[in-house]
């Protein structure tokens, strides 16, 4: 079974700070990998995926990851952080052609930004 | 608008008390899952379904159970509640059953059990 790993438990960082939430997984087959986001009082939200091809994805709010098969990791950053940053954000691994579609999530880390 | 609703939102209720939770999704979405949240454990996935009347176990199954009678509804059911199962509950729904396939949450159950 796989399992993920997300050293950080709080962040926090001023705004305008650069970002970087570390991830590993553990898994000895393909993968996907997932980031999501929760911002206080609501329900997750896809911030980007990775499935194959270029390992550095960019998603929304100009968030990016970069995926090292080499380390098993899957890191998330953000060169410049706001306040509306502040949230939990969630790494997610799911072993390719998984027919039960099994998210593994990491513990998350609570990102704070201060003003 | 594409989303999957939750019922109740917050729920406060004694041991043993048996309670559903409802799920619904309006995608057409093949997939539906359960997970539970708790602090420094992120999400943990209870049980899930590829399609109507198949539901399989995930990490956390214990004390729980859900049915899938209908495509669009996955309720989940605690017959005899206990305080280990105080949590934030929520459903999700994918299109396909590969794990390629995102996720879409819903906005969560806080359950309280006394």
């Known amino acids: 079974a796989q399992s993920v790993s997300q050293h950080n438990h709080h962040v926090i960082l001023s705004e305008a700070a650069s970002l970087e939430l570390g991830c590993n997984y553990s898994?000895?087959?393909?993968?996907?990998l997932f980031w999501y986001v929760q911002y206080p009082g609501q329900h997750l939200q896809l911030l980007l995926k990775y499935f194959s091809g270029d390992p550095l994805v960019k998603g929304i709010k100009g968030f990016e990851a970069e995926f090292i098969k080499s380390k098993f990791s899957f890191n998330l950053r953000k060169p410049s952080v706001q306040w509306s940053d502040t949230a939990e954000y969630f790494c997610a691994v799911s072993p390719n052609n998984n027919a039960g579609n099994m998210l593994t999530f990491g513990g998350g880390t609570r990102l704070m930004v201060k003003p | 608008e594409a989303q999957v609703t939750q019922n109740p939102r917050y729920l406060i209720t004694v041991t043993g008390k048996k309670l559903t939770v409802t799920c619904s999704q309006n995608m057409n979405h093949e997939y539906m899952s359960w997970y539970r949240q708790d602090p420094g454990l992120g999400l943990r996935q209870i049980y899930y379904s590829m399609n109507v009347e198949v539901t399989d176990k995930g990490d956390v199954p214990e004390g729980y159970k859900v049915s899938r009678k209908e495509k669009r509804n996955f309720p989940l059911i605690l017959e005899s509640p206990s305080p280990n199962q105080t949590s934030l509950y929520f459903c999700?729904?994918?299109?396909?059953?590969?794990?390629?396939?995102?996720?879409?949450f819903g906005p969560g159950t806080r359950l309280t059990v006394t």
């Open positions: 898994y000895g087959g393909t993968v996907n």
């Open positions: 999700a729904s994918s299109p396909g059953t590969g794990g390629g396939y995102e996720q879409y």
